[in-house]
């Protein structure tokens, strides 16, 4: 099996390129920079790295040349801005396979990545949706075939849990293309970890004859990367902290309701997409819920642009672009995301500017404490304006 190396310091592009990556079948480790990247090759060996240009510490032209420098001679896919494009003359010359463009598209990537290995298509074949306690609608059989990057079938949530109807439950409120695996005992539960990946754990806090914790403790060390979720009667004690305290990352607490779920796919499955960092570009992505569901979008924006402002800070970044064009336009939120990307930024020592169309720009005009931010029609723009 084929063995990918992606090199970014975002960590919203390593997330994309490695859930793309596994879904065809190979292994995939991740590296923050190209000093990172160079020593994971001295550790193994892979048949692509996915390089990223821009990156503190060491880039990927430095990376790359270093790599050759040394007589390594494995593939390299760089990934790369328009206004990096200029930079693939001398990186080609310097030997790559190939270059994307980013922001990319999944299947653009995927694309790159057979062709660079010489594939036709994705290795490993569909297995069927009734066996193994996984359960999925029958239009996501090919999403039960994915594999991660042991070779092992990955499945989205594993729960755990004595009483049936909570899986079955669980299944009415997550997206078809969700994968949900149930375990009902212990023993099950460890089977299926040692056999399977699960991104998403959700262990019963109550099961008979199981100390949760101890069980959350033995399934980690064979689920390393995955989150484990709490699932809890409400009660008039904070369970949440409680909970946490034990060592889970979350609480989802019973009977479900539809609110805690959808905000729990959108922390766990929506992420990725709804603020994705290039370089000191971040792009804020639509909202595609309820329109009750429109704060907690613009609250879950508002912090992952905090995290990705504080990284540029520590990047040493002086300037972040953001870009409000596949935003929602509200009279009232709007504003109120801006004004916090400012303070945050402000309090950072970063300039901001904003790529947003004419009706954002007037309506931020309204308001002294955004009205002589500079707003930009395009990234273009933004990036000429620097």
């Known amino acids: 099996m084929s063995r990918i190396l992606t090199v970014d310091d975002s960590k919203a592009i390593r997330m994309i390129v490695s859930k793309q990556v596994a879904e065809l079948g190979f292994e995939v480790d991740e590296a923050e920079d190209g000093i990172q990247g160079l020593a994971k090759l001295e ?3 892979y048949d692509l790295v996915v390089l990223d240009v821009t990156m503190p510490n060491l880039d990927g032209p430095g990376m790359l040349a270093k790599m050759r420098e040394a007589g390594n001679k ?3 896919l760089m990934l790369t801005s328009e206004s990096k494009k200029s930079i693939m003359v001398d990186v080609m010359k310097a030997g790559i396979e190939d270059y994307i463009l980013k922001p990319f598209k999944p299947e653009e990537l995927k694309a790159k990545v057979l ?3 010489k594939l036709s298509g994705p290795v490993g074949s569909p297995v069927s ?3 193994g306690g996984v359960t999925a609608s029958s239009n996501t059989a090919a999403s039960l075939g994915r594999v991660d990057p042991t070779g092992k079938q990955f499945i989205d949530i594993l729960v755990i849990d004595d009483m049936e109807n909570v899986h079955k439950k669980l299944k009415t409120l997550v997206p078809a293309h969700v994968t949900v695996g149930s375990a009902m005992s212990a023993a099950a539960a460890l089977s299926m970890c040692r056999e399977k990946v699960f991104r998403v754990v959700f262990l019963d806090t109550d099961i008979p004859d199981v100390n949760s914790a101890a069980l959350m403790n033995q399934l980690r060390t064979l689920q390393q990367h995955a989150a484990f979720l709490a699932l809890a009667l409400r009660t008039p004690n904070d369970v949440q902290k409680e909970q946490q305290a034990l060592g889970f990352d979350d609480v989802i ?5 539809k609110d805690s779920i959808d905000d729990f796919l959108i922390r766990y499955f929506n992420d990725q997409e709804l603020v994705v960092a290039e370089e000191n570009l971040v792009k804020i992505g639509s909202f595609t819920g309820k329109e009750d569901r429109i704060e907690k979008y613009f609250a879950r924006v508002t912090k ?4 990705n402002i504080e990284k540029l800070a520590a990047a040493c970044f002086d300037e972040v672009i953001v870009d409000l064009t596949n935003s929602p336009i509200k009279s009232d939120r ?3 995301l801006v004004l916090d990307i400012k303070k945050e930024a402000s309090k950072r020592g970063i300039e901001v500017k904003l790529v947003a169309g004419a009706e954002v720009s007037v309506l931020l005009k309204k308001f002294d404490e955004t009205a002589k931010l500079v707003i930009c029609p395009s990234v273009h723009e933004a990036r000429r304006a620097a």
């Open 74 to 76: 494995t593939p390299v």
């Open 253 to 257: 607490f019973k009977p479900f309701d």
């Open 334 to 336: 709007t504003p109120r």
């Open 43 to 45: 550790e193994l060996t």
């Open 304 to 307: 992952l642009l905090e995290e």
């Open 129 to 131: 949706s009734g066996g």
């Open 115 to 117: 062709k660079v290995l």
